[in-house]
């Protein structure tokens, strides 16, 4: 299945709830002001920040008039085309290599399915890949990430359980240089993004990677939960200022009915979603299309 197929298939929870609604306000209104105070009603109940909703719908209204054309098809056209464009103002190209990615974000939003999830992604593109158990505190985690580094075949760096979590990504940036290794997957402990000293550890593994492998393509991804709602735009704020985000990696996305929160990442923080969990199998994590999850939603 290509990736339009899986984005397609992964949030078909979100086309229903989106466009049956979309379908119930052109019933009953005509183009006008109710019809645009309610399309906005309508993305921010997708999880759509105000500010981006009132921005989408001031565009979509704009460009309406001008073309003095009200049709369904057409009005849909031009709210595929706004919310596309948001998307792809934001992107960023597939990485360079050598490339190094740390993973951070809160607890429970699946950063070390991840890193297994994108160990086999980088397998696929014939990369080689070294993975760095960078969670130290949680119980079992280095022993989680050896299972899944195991299923995708790929090199493992760990310390004991309650090391310096700088260390570890030392130890695995000096391998990769050594062995000519094409990308790093950091694996870090999650942290509520309002926790000072968490965050301070986390600026503390940026500062060992840009010291010691300056030569790598640095990438800063945070892992959001898709179910998680307007919350993550406040949740990648927070973790942007302590680090200075790359982008996301969204998992569940198979698993929510709205997810509308992506286009204010974009908009508001430009921040793009750059690889996108569409099921539980190891293959089931792409490079975020935007085109794609426009079309798959509306």
């Not at 105000?50 to 704009?62: F, G, H, I, L, P």
Request: charged share 30%.
């Amino acid at each position: 299945m290509g990736l339009f197929g899986k984005f397609f298939g992964a949030l078909k929870k979100t086309k229903d709830n989106f466009s049956e609604k979309l379908r119930v306000l052109f019933s009953k209104n005509k183009l006008g002001d109710e019809f645009y105070e309610e399309l906005e009603e309508l993305l921010i109940s997708s999880d759509v920040s105000v500010t981006t909703a009132a921005e989408v719908v001031e565009r979509v209204k704009e460009q309406a008039i001008a073309e003095k054309l009200n049709d369904e098809e057409y009005v849909v056209g031009l709210l595929r085309g706004i919310l596309t464009d948001i998307l792809e103002e934001s992107e960023v190209e597939p990485p360079s290599y050598p490339c190094v990615i740390m993973l951070v974000g809160v607890n429970g939003v699946g950063k070390t399915t991840t890193v297994g999830k994108l160990a086999h992604y980088f397998l696929s593109q014939k990369k080689t890949v070294t993975v760095a158990a960078a969670d130290t505190f949680r119980a079992a985690a280095s022993e989680q990430l050896s299972i899944w580094a195991d299923r995708a075949k790929v090199r493992i760096v760990k310390h004991e359980e309650g090391s310096d979590p700088s260390a570890v990504i030392f130890d695995a940036v000096s391998s990769a240089k050594a062995k000519g290794t094409d990308v790093v997957i950091v694996d870090t402990a999650g942290r509520l993004h309002v926790k000072d000293n968490l965050m301070n550890e986390l600026r503390k593994m940026d500062r060992v990677v840009t010291r010691e492998y300056p030569e790598a393509d640095f990438l800063k991804l945070l892992v959001l939960d898709a179910t998680t709602g307007q919350n993550a735009v406040n949740q990648a704020r927070v973790f942007d200022e302590a680090v200075e985000l790359d982008g996301i990696v969204l998992t569940k996305l198979d698993g929510t009915a709205k997810g509308g929160f992506i286009f204010s990442l974009a908009s508001e923080l430009s921040l793009p979603v750059i690889f996108a969990g569409v099921g539980e199998k190891m293959e089931d994590l792409e490079f975020f299309d935007s085109k794609s999850f426009v079309e798959a939603i509306l």
